[in-house]
């Protein structure tokens, strides 16, 4: 039996894509309307595991979703870059010059504005997913009207693509994470990554310290976060990536940042997919 992956979205979202690319092409998803949803699918074992995005190489991180994952205790057993490819689609019997409408998530017409400036005769439309708009284009058959999402999207709902990359900016990754409610099975010899969330006392120089930890024990850090702690106006939650080529060097970091920080917690150890 196939496990059942959870995505914020509906299928032709790039979430759908990431799961279709990390989990290959026949996976079985939970379709799910936001974040908080998502989590609800694996705390309630409706999925197996989920894909989330934690951040962007453009907007950046995806606050909410850190302390999503934290405080529901989920662990983060891998990691997935996709490069965000923004493409105009109609139905096929459409031509680019029958278009009076373009709909879609406002991030993705923001994405695409210098394109869509090109063409001012044509009203833009917000919409909340990219996705959505493309299955209600080939649902209800609807003429003269654009959608912009991904190129799966337009194969799952039988759309033509009109113009492609049509994104301002190229090389726009965003990070998704893999998540369990399980700890990673990925053995110590192939982890080379972890993400960490801990907590400091107001005295200065206190993250200097845990950073040098870090270094002296061969911790190349590659993400920091900070989010503040509600309960404690002007105190901050840190949350870390570090990798490393030696479980052993990491494991050393860990046993030492336990007792130099507050609610030290490791939120995954899995391996590196940077591109």
Do not use: W
């Amino acid at each position: 039996m196939k496990d059942k992956i959870a995505i914020q979205g509906i299928k032709g979202s790039f979430h759908h894509q990431v799961a279709l690319e990390y989990f290959n092409a026949n996976v079985i998803v939970d379709e799910c309307l936001s974040f908080d949803s998502l989590v609800d699918s694996l705390l309630n074992n409706n999925a197996q595991m989920a894909v989330m995005a934690i951040e962007n190489s453009i907007a950046g991180s995806i606050i909410p979703n850190y302390a999503l994952i934290d405080k529901n205790n989920l662990h983060i057993i891998g990691e997935y870059y996709l490069d965000i490819v923004q493409n105009l689609m109609v139905l096929k019997d459409q031509d680019f010059e029958e278009i009076q409408e373009v709909h879609s998530h406002p991030m993705a017409l923001l994405q695409c504005m210098d394109f869509l400036k090109k063409y001012p005769n044509i009203k833009l439309v917000e919409d909340k997913d990219t996705a959505e708009t493309a299955r209600r284009i080939h649902q209800s058959q609807l003429k003269n009207i654009a959608a912009i999402g991904s190129k799966v999207a337009a194969e799952l709902y039988d759309l033509n693509i009109i113009a492609p990359e049509i994104q301002t900016i190229n090389n726009n990754m965003t990070r998704f994470f893999i998540l369990s409610k399980e700890k990673s099975q990925v053995s110590k010899e192939e982890i080379n990554k972890a993400s960490l969330k801990f907590e400091l006392d107001d005295t200065p120089g206190s993250l200097a310290t845990v950073l040098n930890v870090m270094t002296n024990c061969k911790l190349n850090l590659t993400k920091i976060q900070s989010m503040p702690i509600i309960e404690t106006p002007f105190q901050y939650s840190f949350f870390v990536d570090v990798v490393f080529e030696k479980y052993k060097h990491y494991e050393k970091a860990t046993k030492i940042l336990e007792i130099m920080t507050n609610h030290f917690k490791v939120l995954g150890e899995y391996k590196s997919k940077k591109q």
